[in-house]
């Protein structure tokens, strides 16, 4: 145990070692801890800018944020499914962005099921944005697919929901981490 303090020795900013400085202003031991100084300001201030983009984001653009992320993960998911309501292949293009994520009550009209797995399906371009969504054939698919039950579930949900600021960031970035995983789980055998 050292007993003998020299006056003039501090903590190091980065490791807390005591140590003597030999100029003044220096917080850091060593080169070592100054490298990791600078790095550790770098991390921080990457985080303050991400801290400060975040903040200004509105409402609509959380929506748009968190929708794109959910959208992508029903597009993974239901990846090797036929359309939801036409039982066709999903579409030609071997990318992700080939065919659309469906929504079988609308966003526009029922904003509270945006973010609804059970309400939203892989369905082809054409079926999506060009045949009104297709309901009625998009209702048989569906209840072949999750039950009548859950279906009625969904068409009798009509409590109005309000998204907040949390709630959309804590959407967007599970759907972020559930499509990673959904990727990392269906990469074929043999492949990095
Ligand atoms: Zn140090
Ligand atoms: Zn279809």
Known sequence: MLTYKNP????????ERLFVPVRLMMVVCSPAC???KVRQAKVQERAKIKTRKEAIKT???????????????????????PCICCGRPLGDAPVGGAYD??????????SHLRF???????QRKD?????????????????????L????????????????????IQIRDTYRAKFKALKSNSKPEGQA
């Open 8 to 15: 003039k020795a501090k903590p190091c900013g980065v490791c």
């Open 149 to 168: 039950a859950a279906v009625e579930a969904l068409e009798s949900d009509n409590a109005p929901h309000k998204w907040t600021r949390e709630e959309l």
């Open 34 to 36: 100054a490298m990791k």
């Open 127 to 147: 079926c999506n944005r060009y045949g009104a969504g297709r309901a009625v054939d998009y209702r048989i698919g569906l209840v072949s697919r999750i039950g």
């Open 59 to 81: 409402i609509p653009d959380l929506i748009k944020e968190a929708q794109r992320e959910f959208n992508g993960y029903i597009r993974a998911r239901d990846a090797a499914q």
């Open 101 to 110: 994520a469906g929504h079988y009550r609308s966003t526009g009209s029922a």
């Open 116 to 122: 609804n797995e059970d309400n939203c399906h892989a």
